[in-house]
DNA sequence: TTGTGTTTTACGACCTCC
DNA sequence: GGAGGTCGTAAAACACAA
């Protein structure tokens, strides 16, 4: 059977099969595993037709290739399987209709599985992200607060060095120029507090620098 | 060879749509 | 009401490490 004769590719759902292996996009590996699969069960036979004859459960036959291959071409096409579209598949693969519709829902199923992974692991790697930016955030705090600390002691210092020699000194402006002209911010900053929780994995989120160094917990680089 | 984990097939319960 | 849908699950088929 010509299989190209029985499906218009020009309808395809390229997003569905993006995200699966198609028989188009099987791997080897894939391909590799259900040569073997079959020769071992039908000992190296063609595996034609639907009858499994390794006298195996009858309920529960496996597909051939080739009836896979055609079921995927027919699901590429039309995810929805109407009543003369199952039965004419059945009869063109020797398989029971209800064999067909079994089939489709199950690849349906696993399709949606596979998306949902593919979205937690997506939602997953933005959160990460998301706490990695809070710690940042979380560390030029706390550098912005020293800064303010050691201000207000210079603040404080040339006050009474000033009281002491009875001149006045105006400690608005002093106190600005301090935090303008002030040294390295972290030249005084000690290992950040952020706590992070388990299983979080921040380092493929963005690379290493002074920040993260602080922010992350030991274990994490460990 | 065997134990174990994964994939595939099949089924029943329930839901939605015509 | 009947058709096909999803969802959850059982069990067979299979791969593979020990």
Same mark, same amino acid.
């Given at each position: 059977?010509?299989?190209?004769?029985?499906?218009?590719?020009? $309808?395809?759902?390229? &997003?569905?099969? =993006?995200?699966?292996?198609?028989?188009?996009?099987?791997?080897?590996?894939?391909?590799?595993? %259900?040569?073997?699969?079959?020769?071992? +069960?039908?000992?190296?036979? !063609?595996?034609?037709?639907?009858?499994?004859?390794?006298?195996?459960?009858?309920?529960?036959?496996?597909?051939? !290739?080739?009836?896979?291959?055609?079921?995927?071409?027919?699901? %590429?096409?039309? +995810?929805?399987?109407? &009543?003369? %579209?199952?039965?004419?598949? =059945?009869?063109?693969?020797?398989?029971? @209709?209800?064999?067909?519709?079994?089939?489709?829902? $199950?690849?349906?199923? %696993?399709?949606? $599985?596979?998306?949902?992974?593919?979205?937690?692991?997506?939602?997953?790697?933005?959160?990460?992200?998301?706490?990695?930016?809070? #710690?940042?955030?979380?560390?030029?705090?706390? +550098?912005?607060?020293?800064?303010?600390?050691?201000?207000?002691?210079?603040?404080?210092?040339?006050?009474? =060095?000033?009281?002491?020699?009875?001149?006045?000194?105006?400690?608005?402006?002093?106190?600005? =120029?301090?935090?303008? #002209?002030?040294?390295? @911010?972290?030249?005084?900053?000690? &290992?950040? &507090? #952020?706590?992070?929780? @388990?299983?979080?994995?921040?380092?493929?989120?963005?690379? +290493?620098?002074?920040?993260?160094?602080? #922010?992350? @917990?030991?274990?994490?680089?460990?």
């Amino acid at each position: 059977m010509d299989k190209h004769q029985l499906f218009d590719s020009s $309808n395809v759902d390229t &997003t569905f099969f =993006a995200a699966n292996g198609t028989a188009q996009g099987d791997t080897s590996k894939q391909r590799a595993r %259900r040569r073997r699969r079959r020769s071992a +069960r039908c000992g190296g036979g !063609d595996g034609d037709g639907g009858e499994m004859d390794g006298g195996g459960d009858p309920k529960k036959r496996r597909l051939t !290739d080739e009836q896979a291959e055609i079921l995927e071409l027919s699901l %590429r096409e039309d +995810r929805k399987l109407e &009543t003369a %579209r199952k039965v004419y598949l =059945a009869a063109e693969l020797g398989l029971d @209709p209800k064999q067909v519709a079994v089939w489709f829902q $199950n690849r349906r199923a %696993r399709h949606k $599985n596979k998306t949902l992974e593919e979205e937690f692991a997506r939602l997953k790697h933005a959160h990460d992200a998301a706490i990695l930016h809070k #710690c940042h955030l979380e560390n030029e705090l706390l +550098r912005l607060k020293e800064r303010l600390g050691a201000t207000e002691q210079e603040v404080r210092r040339l006050r009474s =060095a000033a009281g002491s020699h009875g001149a006045s000194v105006d400690g608005g402006h002093a106190a600005g =120029a301090v935090g303008v #002209c002030g040294g390295s @911010p972290s030249s005084s900053f000690s &290992t950040g &507090t #952020c706590q992070q929780q @388990p299983g979080f994995s921040g380092a493929d989120v963005l690379g +290493r620098d002074d920040d993260l160094m602080m #922010c992350v @917990p030991e274990w994490f680089l460990a």
